[in-house]
């Protein structure tokens, strides 16, 4: 049956049930003025794109509106969530000049509007023309895209909405635009610049926030990081080895910043405007007694009183208690409460922020004119319904957003939030006793925070000024931390500032060089290791060994060493053996507490203790030579029969003269003169030659 309907639809030209209606996407770029008296005229520009997949003919924009006031701000909250086709509303067709229509293709439908194409529309209509007519009031204002699709009866095909006020005489409304100073972290754990996006941003962006802010009457919050950040900037410093864009830039940003730092209206936001309410709500104080450690002396916004933001709505009492009693803000702003007069709590003034002021135009649209729309319409009815209109201002857009009106209709005012914050009374706490709304932290944040304190920590080590580390690792963490970043942009954001740790500590920068083997001629030797440090900054490290066979040759690890930028030194390390023996040994670079850097360097020793073994065979030698000769000794006395051997007469047995001498050149008579037992037999040769004198 689908299958037969679907050829029958293709035959009558008619698209089947189930497929999708052809659409154009519609975004409004501009709607001036921004807010009109009664006789006024609105005009919205914007531009259309066909984002179906058919042709389109006869392709017209018109303009839209409901003539009903939107009349509080639930009312208006509820339009904004709502579906494009609600209200229902009408098209205004009737403008002189046909100014409220504007044709896409020809009316003659001789063209047609291909998918993919795009073109402009401009649109007008006159409020007491288009029946806005009561005054005073917010109202719902828009533009409608009418075409004839092919295969298709002739549809709304686009439409796009935005708030704008209908004034009258008495229409008044206040809002306390907050401006903040901050930006996405770039100073690396080294102090170098990871980028340089600064440098555009000190003479755009942040110079137009910083410029607004000194002339606005506004509260102005200012991230202690991003000072520091522009104060080395100022300072010269380079990006990837590179002069850095930005140093006259940030010269002139300071000297805006100083006075204001003075105008009793700023305030600083935790270093690195961390997320301290998402670290409070995990659990995680270390991550708020970080953003306060990181705050040098000698950061100018250091005596400013601290301000906590929560745009995200996720601070709750327990949390509140945890930051307060850690660093003791004296303003905190959070879109937790609903919006009403400000209280004391924790010994800090808490505000309602209300960011649904700058959300933009209904569906999520964002342009200049629908965030202008949104604020004017809700500034107007936050007003008359006596309830406090503030918001956080980040970027040009919002700035513009929240600009004062000009002319006979600026009925829009602004204030900072004194008045608001000398008001505030000690009551009971609209706080919820447990937050249920998501925080701007989520994942493995933590993990990745513990991680990289780890390796700052071996870093410090390293370059052997741990105060200096134990900042610098601070600073890099809290500002890993910035509201401004994403869960993933977060992520590689702490990669990149910590490179210069984890290059450090994977050995990259010193290098460890070794002979192949070496030869131990005793039982202990000081042998030569060399260690070369390219980086730019001094090391201290010591080498640490494995060995194959630890029982036979161990090496202790050597003594640390300090090595300048750029300079070889020789370590040397003393093996122990207690055996000839061949061990193969690793050697490894680490810091002083033992953390291993870099690859390993393998190497042979082998031990012959040729020395000890020479003295051993001496002494052994002469022990047997001595006892040798000893027992010959023994063995001769025993066979004279304890008489001395022939020609060991002693001389003092023996008188003196020439009777004495001749008797100690005779030989004795008889067997034992001769040595002979009794089978021996007389040598005749012998016996021949003796004489009765001799």
């Given at each position: 049956?689908?299958?037969?309907?679907?050829?029958?639809?293709?035959?009558?030209?008619?698209?089947?049930?189930?497929?999708?209606?052809?659409?154009?996407?519609?975004?409004?770029?501009?709607?001036?003025?921004?807010?009109?008296?009664?006789?006024?005229?609105?005009?919205?520009?914007?531009?259309?794109?066909?984002?179906?997949?058919?042709?389109?003919?006869?392709?017209?924009?018109?303009?839209?509106?409901?003539?009903?006031?939107?009349?509080?701000?639930?009312?208006?909250?509820?339009?904004?969530?709502?579906?494009?086709?609600?209200?229902?509303?009408?098209?205004?067709?009737?403008?002189?000049?046909?100014?409220?229509?504007?044709?896409?293709?020809?009316?003659?439908?001789?063209?047609?509007?291909?998918?993919?194409?795009?073109?402009?529309?401009?649109?007008?209509?006159?409020?007491?023309?288009?029946?806005?007519?009561?005054?005073?009031?917010?109202?719902?204002?828009?533009?409608?895209?009418?075409?004839?699709?092919?295969?298709?009866?002739?549809?709304?095909?686009?439409?796009?909405?935005?708030?704008?006020?209908?004034?009258?005489?008495?229409?008044?409304?206040?809002?306390?635009?907050?401006?903040?100073?901050?930006?996405?972290?770039?100073?690396?754990?080294?102090?170098?610049?990871?980028?340089?996006?600064?440098?555009?941003?000190?003479?755009?962006?942040?110079?137009?926030?910083?410029?607004?802010?000194?002339?606005?009457?506004?509260?102005?919050?200012?991230?202690?990081?991003?000072?520091d950040e522009v104060t080395a900037?100022?300072?010269?410093?380079?990006?990837?080895?590179?002069?850095?864009?930005?140093?006259?830039?940030?010269?002139?940003?300071?000297?805006?910043?100083?006075?204001?730092?003075?105008?009793?209206?700023?305030?600083?936001?935790?270093?690195?405007?961390?997320?301290?309410?998402?670290?409070?709500?995990?659990?995680?104080?270390?991550?708020?007694?970080?953003?306060?450690?990181?705050?040098?002396?000698?950061?100018?916004?250091?005596?400013?009183?601290?301000?906590?933001?929560?745009?995200?709505?996720?601070?709750?009492?327990?949390?509140?208690?945890?930051?307060?009693?850690?660093?003791?803000?004296?303003?905190?702003?959070t879109a937790a409460i609903p919006?009403?007069?400000?209280?004391?709590?924790?010994?800090?003034?808490?505000?309602?922020?209300?960011?649904?002021?700058?959300?933009?135009?209904?569906?999520?649209?964002?342009?200049?004119?629908?965030?202008?729309?949104?604020?004017?319409?809700?500034?107007?009815?936050?007003?008359?319904?006596?309830?406090?209109?503030?918001?956080?201002?980040?970027?040009?857009?919002?700035?513009?957003?929240?600009?004062?009106?000009?002319?006979?209709?600026?009925?829009?005012?602004?204030?900072?939030?004194?008045?608001?914050?000398?008001?505030?009374?000690?009551?009971?706490?609209?706080?919820?006793?447990?937050?249920?709304?998501?925080?701007?932290?989520?994942?493995?944040?933590?993990?990745?925070?513990?991680?990289?304190?780890?390796?700052?920590?071996?870093?410090?080590?390293?370059?052997?000024?741990?105060?200096?580390?134990?900042?610098?690792?601070?600073?890099?963490?809290?500002?890993?931390?910035?509201?401004?970043?994403?869960?993933?942009?977060?992520?590689?954001?702490?990669?990149?500032?910590?490179?210069?740790?984890?290059?450090?500590?994977?050995?990259?920068?010193?290098?460890?060089?070794?002979?192949?083997?070496?030869?131990?001629?005793?039982?202990?030797?000081?042998?030569?290791?060399?260690?070369?440090?390219?980086?730019?900054?001094?090391?201290?490290?010591?080498?640490?060994?494995?060995?194959?066979?630890?029982?036979?040759?161990?090496?202790?690890?050597?003594?640390?060493?300090?090595?300048?930028?750029?300079?070889?030194?020789?370590?040397?390390?003393?093996?122990?053996?207690?055996?000839?023996?061949?061990?193969?040994?690793?050697?490894?670079?680490?810091?002083?507490?033992?953390?291993?850097?870099?690859?390993?360097?393998?190497?042979?020793?082998?031990?012959?203790?040729?020395?000890?073994?020479?003295?051993?065979?001496?002494?052994?030698?002469?022990?047997?030579?001595?006892?040798?000769?000893?027992?010959?000794?023994?063995?001769?006395?025993?066979?004279?029969?304890?008489?001395?051997?022939?020609?060991?007469?002693?001389?003092?047995?023996?008188?003196?003269?020439?009777?004495?001498?001749?008797?100690?050149?005779?030989?004795?008579?008889?067997?034992?003169?001769?040595?002979?037992?009794p089978g021996d037999e007389e040598?005749?040769?012998?016996?021949?030659?003796?004489?009765?004198?001799?």
């Amino acid at each position: 049956m689908t299958v037969l309907l679907g050829v029958v639809g293709a035959f009558c030209g008619v698209a089947p049930a189930h497929a999708a209606e052809p659409a154009v996407g519609v975004d409004i770029t501009d709607i001036s003025p921004a807010t009109v008296d009664a006789k006024g005229s609105i005009t919205i520009r914007g531009t259309v794109r066909n984002t179906s997949s058919v042709a389109m003919s006869w392709v017209q924009a018109s303009f839209w509106r409901s003539r009903d006031p939107i009349a509080d701000t639930d009312s208006l909250d509820s339009l904004a969530a709502s579906s494009p086709t609600v209200p229902v509303g009408e098209r205004w067709f009737h403008e002189p000049g046909d100014k409220s229509l504007a044709n896409i293709t020809d009316p003659d439908g001789t063209k047609v509007f291909k998918p993919g194409e795009s073109a402009s529309f401009t649109v007008t209509g006159t409020a007491s023309s288009m029946g806005l007519t009561t005054t005073d009031a917010a109202y719902l204002i828009g533009v409608h895209i009418q075409a004839t699709p092919a295969g298709h009866e002739r549809m709304t095909v686009g439409r796009a909405r935005a708030f704008t006020v209908v004034s009258g005489p008495s229409t008044q409304a206040r809002v306390a635009p907050v401006i903040t100073l901050s930006s996405d972290p770039s100073v690396r754990i080294d102090g170098s610049f990871s980028d340089d996006h600064l440098a555009p941003e000190l003479t755009g962006r942040l110079d137009r926030l910083i410029t607004e802010a000194a002339t606005r009457s506004s509260t102005v919050l200012v991230d202690p990081g991003l000072v520091d950040e522009v104060t080395a900037m100022a300072a010269g410093y380079t990006v990837n080895g590179a002069k850095g864009a930005g140093t006259q830039a940030a010269k002139d940003w300071l000297a805006k910043l100083t006075p204001l730092l003075k105008s009793g209206r700023a305030y600083r936001l935790p270093y690195g405007n961390a997320d301290v309410v998402g670290a409070a709500r995990a659990g995680h104080s270390t991550v708020i007694t970080r953003s306060a450690k990181a705050l040098d002396v000698m950061n100018p916004a250091r005596t400013l009183p601290l301000a906590v933001t929560d745009e995200a709505g996720a601070l709750d009492r327990p949390s509140l208690a945890r930051i307060a009693s850690m660093l003791k803000p004296s303003l905190v702003l959070t879109a937790a409460i609903p919006a009403g007069p400000a209280h004391v709590q924790n010994g800090a003034a808490i505000l309602p922020l209300s960011p649904s002021l700058l959300a933009g135009g209904p569906d999520g649209k964002v342009s200049a004119g629908q965030l202008r729309g949104r604020l004017l319409a809700q500034s107007l009815l936050m007003t008359r319904q006596k309830l406090p209109a503030a918001t956080l201002v980040e970027d040009v857009a919002e700035l513009d957003a929240t600009a004062p009106l000009s002319g006979s209709t600026s009925w829009l005012s602004l204030t900072d939030l004194s008045e608001s914050i000398n008001s505030a009374e000690n009551t009971a706490s609209p706080l919820p006793a447990r937050s249920k709304a998501a925080t701007a932290l989520a994942g493995d944040w933590w993990a990745d925070q513990v991680s990289a304190a780890a390796d700052a920590v071996d870093w410090g080590n390293v370059l052997g000024d741990s105060p200096t580390a134990d900042l610098q690792t601070a600073r890099v963490l809290s500002r890993s931390l910035s509201l401004s970043l994403s869960s993933d942009r977060r992520r590689a954001w702490l990669r990149a500032a910590m490179e210069p740790a984890t290059d450090l500590l994977s050995g990259s920068g010193v290098q460890l060089h070794s002979a192949g083997s070496f030869v131990m001629s005793s039982a202990s030797n000081d042998f030569p290791l060399t260690v070369t440090n390219n980086l730019t900054e001094t090391v201290k490290v010591k080498v640490t060994f494995t060995s194959s066979s630890p029982q036979r040759i161990g090496i202790p690890d050597t003594q640390v060493v300090e090595i300048n930028p750029q300079e070889s030194r020789t370590v040397k390390f003393s093996p122990r053996a207690s055996s000839n023996s061949v061990v193969e040994m690793t050697a490894r670079l680490a810091s002083p507490s033992g953390r291993e850097l870099g690859p390993e360097a393998t190497f042979v020793i082998r031990a012959t203790r040729m020395d000890d073994i020479g003295w051993i065979l001496i002494v052994v030698s002469g022990a047997v030579v001595l006892g040798a000769t000893l027992l010959r000794v023994r063995q001769v006395r025993r066979r004279n029969g304890g008489r001395a051997p022939y020609g060991t007469v002693d001389a003092s047995e023996i008188g003196s003269g020439p009777a004495g001498r001749d008797a100690v050149r005779a030989e004795p008579e008889g067997p034992a003169a001769d040595d002979e037992g009794p089978g021996d037999e007389e040598r005749p040769e012998e016996a021949g030659t003796r004489s009765p004198g001799d």
